[in-house]
């Protein structure tokens, strides 16, 4: 089985500052793309950002300038970069990457558990 486990989530104030972290752990030959998506209150789960294992990125419109996604594949981990967050970032940060347990495995979709933002004064 493939884990994803991110941290880094917290209270912070609007124009604030928080980096995520999740790292994928288990049985992994390869992972492609990894990437951020978020779920407030009421909404359906939206992109916020991803990347592949080459470096290309993908940004949703809300975020452009603020956010920045990374990763370090020799540890199977992405990294989100948060700054001048707003009261509309508030929501649960979940962590998603597809993932190759094998060398001739199809790749699998894996999701973390959720890590709580909250953006407020």
């Known amino acids: 089985q493939v884990q994803l486990v991110e941290s880094g989530g917290g209270l912070v104030q609007p124009g604030g500052s928080l980096r995520l972290s999740c790292t994928a752990s288990?049985?992994?030959?390869?992972?492609?793309?990894m990437g951020w998506y978020r779920q407030a209150p009421g909404k359906q789960r939206e992109m916020v950002t991803t990347?592949?294992?080459?470096?290309?990125?993908n940004y949703t419109d809300s975020v452009k300038g603020r956010f920045t996604i990374s990763r370090d594949n020799a540890k199977n981990t992405v990294y989100l970069q948060m700054n001048g967050l707003k009261p509309e970032d508030a929501a649960v940060y979940y962590c998603?990457?597809?993932?190759?347990?094998?060398?001739?495995?199809?790749?699998?979709?894996?999701w973390g558990q959720g890590t709580q933002v909250t953006v407020s004064s």
């Open positions: 990347i592949t294992s080459g470096g290309n990125i």
């Open positions: 288990g049985i992994i030959f390869s992972i492609n793309a």
């Open positions: 998603n990457a597809d993932v190759k347990r094998r060398r001739y495995d199809p790749s699998r979709n894996y």
